[in-house]
């Protein structure tokens, strides 16, 4: 199972909508068997797949619950191939709560319990909040890549130097495997000036090497959302659905031997 996190530390650049769309596009076009873990107390990867509650086991339990079963947390959506680990606003105490707990490692507890299913998945992608918590960084211990989307205004690289610096910290104490593969740009305007001018920008900084893919920004995604369908699912034919299928194209072709292996 290759694990992948989404994460940005600013908001607003389509983390949620990338991890959902991402997730959907390797189990429907691909066939591939995916785990989505919401990672973020507001829930909203479990609202588009319309599994958000507070009745079952999440992603909160499984950072505070000792030798928990993943079958009980796991849950099915309303599309094949495709389960999702929940998540709500439990989250926030469960992080407080394993920074309280002295007693056992607090950082490679999602590692444990997703060692339970790896031969159960081909992908597990970990949609994560605009925060570096705890939660955040058993995301990355548990992670073999990390996705960064950004938008194109004047706070794009707002936090990026923070969040490599933590990637580096992961990689260096936590998970040596761990690779950036890189930023995508979302919600991307090609007839605005200022989206051409940051997406040059962007391309200069080294350090935070681009996909060539761009998701586009389109008037189906917001309807998509009230629909609680992956745009692909909602409007096949539009921009973004098109381009997320390029981005996953492009991600799976860093991966060639895995690929290979998994084929």
Known sequence: MRTISVINLKGGCAKTLSSVNIAHILAFVHKRKVLLIDNDKQGDASKILNRHGYTRKGAAE??????????????????????????????????????????????????????????NYDFCIIDNAPDINISTINALAASDDVLVPVTIDDFAIDGLAELMEQIDNAREELNPALRFCGCFITQYDRTNEADQQGEMYLKGLEMYPLFHTHIRRTAKMKPSTFARKPILEYSSRCGAAQDYKALVEEYLEMCPNWTQRHG
């Open 62 to 119: 499984l950072l505070t619950e000792r030798n928990i079963d993943m079958f009980e947390v796991i849950q099915s959506t309303d599309y094949a191939g495709l389960d999702i680990v929940t998540a709500n606003m439990n989250l926030l105490t469960a992080c407080l709560n394993v920074m309280l707990d002295q007693k056992r490692p607090q950082h490679i507890r999602f590692r444990k319990a997703l060692e339970q299913i790896d031969g």
